[in-house]
Every structure is written in C-alpha cells, then in structure tokens.
C-alpha cells in the first residue's frame, strides 16, 4: 500500500467515525460504528490499486450517507436510552485517582524507598508523626532543624539559566521543563508537546529542554535557538527556589552567580505540637490490603490527615450533627504524640538523610512501634516522580507517605491526583 | 534474618470520600456563624437545589475556624458534584448576600494540609 494512500484511507476512516458518533440515536450511532470498523478491517489486505480505488469512492458514498442521515435524524430529536448512562449517575462521577502502596523492609535487595525519595525532587513540606512519646529524641530533633537552607530569587530571567557561567558550574546534569499556556507557547517558538491531560486542542503545551545534550553546549545550535527564543518576543522570568546539593562540601556557587538579582536565603520553617490521648489506628506490618483487621492505608492516610488538619476526635457538643468521622477500629489511645512539620523547599537528598536518622531513631526502645512521615511536593509542580507529567486539576495531589516500623519494615504510599502517570 | 518480602498494591479509582475546603464569604465581615450554623446553611442549599431525595447523603464537617470562616467537609463520592454545584449556588445567608470560595478538592485528606499554594517563607 502506498504511504500516500494510507493517509488519505486513516483520514477517511477518522472521519467516518466522527460523522457516524454524531447519530442522536443510540442503535443507528452503534450499528455505524462497528460497520465503519468492521468494513475497514475486512479490507485490510487489499493490495490490488483498482480494488481499493472502488472501496474508497464507496466509502466517500457512505460517508455522505451518514452525514445526510445524521442531518436527518437531528431534526426529528430522539431520546436517549437508559444504556446510555445519562441519568443521575453521570453525577456521581470523580475523576480519576492511583493510590500506589508497597511494603517491604528496609535491608531487602528489591526495596525501592531510595530511589522513590530520589525521584521525588520538588518537595515544600513534611510532616513527621510519632505516636507514644512527648518528646523527640536529640538526633532527630537535630536533623529536622538541620534542614538546609534554600535561595529565592525574584524576578529572574529564564535565559539566565541558559548561559555558559551557569550551565557549566551549577548544572551537572538535567532538564528545563516549562509548562506553558497555549498563547506563550506560540509567541515562545520552541518545540514542545501538548500536555497530555487537556482535550484536543490543548491549551497547555511542555516544552523540555536537555541541558547538557550535545546541541545545548555553549554556541551550539540548538542553545542559540533556546536562548533567543526566551530573550526575544517574551523574555519569559519568574521568581525561584533554588538549592543545591554539593557532595564535596564545596562553597555554595549559586549565591555567586545570581549575585547580580534579587536574592535571599531563608531556612526550612520547624513547627511541632504534642497531642494528649490521641487515638491511633492499629496497624500490621504485614497487612497492606487491610484484610486481617487492622487498618488499611486508606483509612490510615485519612487518619493522618485528620490530625494534621486539627479534628478532635472527642464526642462534641452537637452529637454526632457536624461530623461521623471517628479514629478507625482497633485503636490504641496513646498518652502522647508529637507532631512536627517543616516547609520551605527540601532536597530529596535532605529527605533521604532524615530517612536514616529514622531508621537509627526507630530501634530505640520505648520508642513509638511506628512513625509516619509525609512529604508534600509541590502541587503546582510541572513534574512529579522523575520527570513525568503533573498537574492540578482540583487538587494537585503530589505527596507520599512513609510508614517505618520497629522491625524495620516500611510502607510507602504514594498518591496520585487525575493528572498525574502511575508512579514507578 | 528476615523474610523476603516485597509487596506492592495499586489502588485505582477507589476513593470512598472526597474532601473539600471551602470558605465563606460573607457581605458584612462582622458577622459571626457558628460550626452547626454552617452546617445547616449547607444542607438547606442542597434541599433547595436537590430536594428532599435528591440531597439524602450524608456529610461531615471536618473542621470549621469561626475566624477565616474556612471549614473542610468530607462527602462520599458520590455526593461531590451535588454538594459542589450546590455550594456554588447558594447565595444567602440570613437575608444577606453569600458565596462559597471551593479552595482545593482532593480524594486524600492529607493533600489539603499541604497546600504549595500557602506556602510562606520566612
């Protein structure tokens, strides 16, 4: 088959659909659809030019067949049927969601928590639960308040970002990704993908740019072409975070090269409160599905997330009027808890750090039997689990949730939002 | 020496509830409104938009902060775009003028406390 012919036999296939989904009623939308498609695929190992020439002029005749039918049949309106789906329950719909949840122990050769901490790069917040002291112990306490310090700069350039000084000292390697509106992405001229997550036509487009490919050194073509676009039309800039993590120790060079713009450094804001006779939820290691009684991670998460927005979990005053949300059968109330939160932007490196000093912490005895900690990224955040697509939709739901228990084993639930992929 | 273990469950689709934060706006400031006055002021728009069969699920209200006047509410799935259109409808509180501000709307309660969008720096 030639190529030429095989476009022109796709599109007349594309249309023929379109044209026969337009059908108001049900049987005759259906019964079209799979003669288009079972006729497409009885044919498809014509080869001899004149056969095909007379199935296509019959399928340009069918084609004006339906588009007259379809006229036809929208004059006189007809019901749509029960089978298809448009009663109350279309209300009923969300959109959609991945809870991806995994158990393992920390020393087994398949445990992923390291590269799941690594791949989660734009984190602002974190909160750390411990059930059953009132206190923290020192080395944790340290490595919460030891959290790096990061750099906002207002106002920046983009192409700052692009030029030689900075691609050679501060980027080693990586992606500039820019999630545009669909008016900028014209204006900016730069190759880029619609987002997968918006309806044809798209009104946001990715643009991603690898920094150290071979045509983005410094002069090359593919660089000047970068630079240009961002400098020219619409110099694009934004305010930032920044951080940076140095293996070496050596002296931080970001603060030397954005010297010439609007910089501060702030610190990770630390906040800890300790809750009296807070109800936990009893949880089985070995338990992830919820089968055996104890708490699931659904309820679990639900739980975490009640103490961390502040619901009592005493009867109140209205009995039982305002709320019938209640701590998850069996549960332990436990004397005390202590609940410590910091923001601002973490390095998964960071993150990873407080992962071990947990782990240390853990194995105390008289210790909590578990500790959660959650780390939010940022729900605005253009990628999310490596370089994969994210974004907001209602909720932006960008965060996991480590659970580290004494013997070692740990559960990591990772939640996904409607736009988002299935993390690794 | 301990187990191999390695286990790994992905959950699609399955959320029972959907959490909402919302904030009423109010025409005059000083007015004051307890948690069950809230409460009420809900469902009564979802009775007038749904009538009695159509607004019969059931609601919680999380928390309220009678300051802000910012509550978060859980609702079956099911129920969201009922108890969202009709929080979008309402228009009056007590003779005067109201809108609900619809924050952020999440399957997982924990997202709601995290919200990039507040972040302040120091």
Avoid at chain 2, 12 to 17: A, D, F, I, M, T
């Amino acid at each position: 088959m030639a190529s030429s012919s095989r476009s022109q036999i796709l599109a007349l296939y594309r249309m023929l659909m379109r044209e026969s989904n337009k059908f108001p009623s049900y049987n005759f939308r259906n019964y079209a659809i799979r003669r288009v498609k079972d006729g497409f695929r009885e044919n498809k190992h014509v080869d001899n030019p004149k056969k095909m020439d007379q199935l296509l002029s019959d399928a340009r005749e069918s084609l004006a067949l339906i588009r007259r039918q379809v006229s036809v049949g929208k004059m006189y309106g007809a019901q749509r049927t029960i089978v298809e789906g448009l009663g109350s329950r279309h209300l009923e719909k969300t959109p959609r969601t991945l809870l991806v949840c995994e158990r393992s122990h920390l020393d087994h050769e398949d445990a992923r928590l390291g590269r799941h901490v690594e791949q989660h790069s734009f984190n602002h917040q974190l909160s750390l639960l411990v059930p059953g002291c009132d206190r923290l112990p020192a080395e944790l306490d340290a490595a919460l308040k030891g959290m790096r310090s990061f750099l906002l700069v207002r106002d920046l350039p983009l192409a700052r970002l692009l030029e030689e000084d900075f691609i050679d000292q501060a980027v080693h390697k990586g992606k500039l990704v820019l999630s545009v509106d669909k008016d900028t992405y014209e204006v900016l001229g730069l190759e880029g993908k619609p987002s997968q997550y918006q309806r044809r036509p798209a009104g946001r487009y990715v643009v991603s740019v690898d920094l150290k490919d071979k045509t983005m050194s410094p002069g090359g073509r593919g660089h000047q072409r970068v630079l240009k676009a961002l400098t020219e039309h619409t110099p694009l800039s934004c305010d930032l975070l920044l951080s940076q993590h140095l293996p070496g120790g050596e002296s931080p060079a970001l603060q030397s090269l954005l010297s010439n713009h609007k910089l501060s450094e702030h610190r990770p804001r630390v906040s800890s409160r300790v809750m009296t006779s807070l109800p936990c939820p009893t949880l089985m290691t070995s338990d992830l599905q919820g089968e055996r009684q104890s708490c699931d991670p659904q309820s679990f998460l639900e739980w975490l997330g009640a103490v961390d927005v502040g619901v009592s979990f005493e009867e109140d005053r209205s009995g039982g009027y305002l709320s019938s949300y209640e701590c998850p059968q069996p549960q332990t109330v436990v004397d005390a808890a202590v609940r410590c939160g910091v923001s601002g932007l973490l390095l998964p490196e960071d993150i990873y750090g407080l992962v071990d000093v947990l782990r240390r912490s853990v194995l105390e005895p008289k210790l909590a039997p578990w500790l959660a900690l959650t780390v939010h990224g940022f729900q605005d955040s253009p990628v999310s689990w490596g370089t994969a697509e994210h974004g907001f939709l209602s909720g932006g739901e960008n965060f996991y949730t480590l659970v580290l228990f004494q013997n070692l084993d740990y559960w990591i639930c990772m939640a996904t939002g409607s736009h988002d992929a299935c993390p690794p | 020496m301990q187990p191999a273990i390695f286990e790994r469950v992905v959950v699609k689709n399955s959320p029972v509830y959907q959490y909402m934060k919302v904030s009423l706006v109010l025409e005059h400031v000083q007015t004051k409104l307890t948690a069950v006055e809230l409460k009420h002021l809900i469902t009564t728009g979802l009775k007038s938009l749904y009538g009695e069969v159509g607004a019969a699920f059931p609601f919680d209200l999380l928390t309220f902060e009678e300051d802000t006047l910012t509550a978060v509410l859980r609702v079956y799935s099911r129920g969201l775009v009922r108890l969202w259109s009709s929080l979008t409808l309402l228009g009056f509180f007590q003779q005067q003028r109201c809108a609900f501000r619809v924050l952020q709307v999440s399957p997982y309660l924990l997202s709601l406390t995290g919200n990039s969008r507040d972040l302040t720096l120091d």
